[in-house]
């Protein structure tokens, strides 16, 4: 059973996730990296792409239905880039239609928007002109955001410049997991800089155009070592200074971590430190989106010298571990070590659980929510403000490199006939939120 809504402050914000590739379908939408990532064999586990995904295109009205008649107060969604601008460059009147109807659906419902410009879907056209490799690509992101703001800006109850650049820079660039599918220290490290400036170009230029409520969605996973060996110790840090300090310092003015610029600092643009203060724009809230832990062990090979390992602990279908204390001990380390009072949001927290004969059975899933509920619970308890949480995902959908097998839905999605059903997690959301 899930807490009880009155378990947390009036004005807790609960809300559901998802974003534009991993539901709309591309129709109408211009290539991105991800079409061309997608259509490499080896790249996705089942050869598929986000071309029809949950055809949210089409079928948002009844999206949003379920969103609301689970008694959310929230959704939080993203645009596509490549719809909006095919070419990177150009506005397509038509991709930000979409956008302004999707709001005001949500609007009527009675929804809080919370939009996030940038999910992953870069126009091909950018990739082709190094992607997140070119310096360039940090003005390029601005003006996006700016032409998505200065059409659905006024009915958006807050915005994130972009989810997770960990994955936008390290898992798509130096462990090839995403696209563009690079396995490249020098690509990566320019990533790791560039997504950053790209970030605080976009404040910057969003704030000019009197945008408020402004902020950024990152992701944390707990490194822990995989025995007592010092060199094991070694391994967490420094895969803990990649991961969950190299962005929040940055963009907390704190700088780049020691342990992570032993290996990226070669390969950094030049003149990076002076673009230090522009990354570091002062911020409304910071998204938290967190999943597992994971062991590392010392490795012979190249920096950073680390090997992941399988973990003891429960896992999900993705065989990530389920460890809900990991939760509350990020939110009390960023308000300890970096955030300070700076509102939090538990923007992403979910468990992909494959369906079995029936598919609305997925207690397994209310029980992992109801124990990220209550470690969200502890961390306010110990005196971090955190405002709200969403479920990842309100639908099942398409998980990237893994395709359509694992599902992460509250509602599950028949992918043959498009048909939308509930499973016990959305009831247990409608009970606690609506009951
Ligand atoms: O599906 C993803 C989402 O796109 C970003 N955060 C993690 C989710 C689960 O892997």
């Known amino acids: 059973m899930l807490p009880s809504r009155s378990d947390f402050p009036a004005g807790f914000t609960f809300g559901a996730a998802t974003s534009a590739y991993q539901i709309e379908g591309t129709a109408v939408a211009g290539l991105s990296h991800w079409d061309s990532f997608a259509a490499t064999p080896g790249n996705i586990a089942d050869d598929s792409d986000g071309s029809r995904a949950c055809d949210h295109l089409n079928l948002w009205p009844q999206d949003l239905d379920l969103v609301r008649d689970a008694g959310f107060d929230a959704y939080r969604f993203s645009t596509s880039w490549a719809r909006v601008m095919p070419d990177g460059l150009t506005v397509n009147p038509d991709g930000l239609d979409f956008y302004d109807r999707l709001v005001d659906g949500m609007v009527e419902r009675g929804l809080k928007p919370f939009l996030t410009f940038y999910h992953w879907e870069l126009p091909a056209a950018l990739a082709a002109n190094g992607g997140w490799q070119n ?128 290996g990226i600092g070669p390969h950094l643009p030049d003149r990076w430190q002076a673009d230090m203060e522009l990354i570091a724009q002062p911020l409304d809230w910071l998204g938290v989106n967190y999943y597992t832990r994971k062991l590392h062990a010392p490795d012979p090979g190249l920096w950073p010298h680390a090997a992941e390992l399988s973990g003891p602990l429960p896992k999900t279908q993705m065989d990530w571990e389920i460890r809900p204390e990991g939760l509350t001990e990020f939110l009390t380390r960023l308000a300890r070590d970096h955030t300070g009072n700076l509102p939090l949001y538990v923007t992403e927290n979910g468990m992909a659980l494959g369906a079995g004969p029936d598919v609305t059975q997925d207690d397994r899933r209310v029980e992992f929510i109801a124990d990220h509920l209550r470690a969200t619970r502890a961390a306010m308890d110990q005196g971090v403000d955190v405002r709200g949480f969403f479920y990842w995902s309100l639908l099942d959908n398409y998980e990237w490199g893994w395709g359509y097998g694992p599902r992460f839905g509250l509602v599950h999605v028949d992918y043959d006939t498009m048909a939308r059903t509930p499973k016990a997690s959305w009831h247990a959301f409608h009970r606690m939120l609506r009951g």
């Open 135 to 262: 310096r360039d690509i940090a003005a390029r992101f601005a003006d996006f955001c700016t032409a998505v703001h200065a059409r659905i800006g006024d009915r958006i109850a807050s915005a994130a410049t972009l989810n997770e650049p960990w994955c936008i820079a390290w898992l798509s660039h130096f462990l090839g997991h995403h696209a563009p599918g690079l396995r490249d220290i020098h690509a990566a490290s320019r990533a790791m800089h560039h997504v950053l400036l790209a970030h605080g170009t976009a404040i910057r230029a969003l704030r000019a155009e009197g945008a408020t409520s402004l902020g950024i969605v990152l992701n944390f996973e707990t490194c822990h070592p995989a025995d007592d060996s010092p060199a094991a110790a070694r391994a967490a840090e420094t895969q803990d200074a990649i991961y969950n300090q190299w962005f929040i310092r940055a963009l907390m003015g704190q700088g780049y971590p020691d342990a992570a610029l032993e």
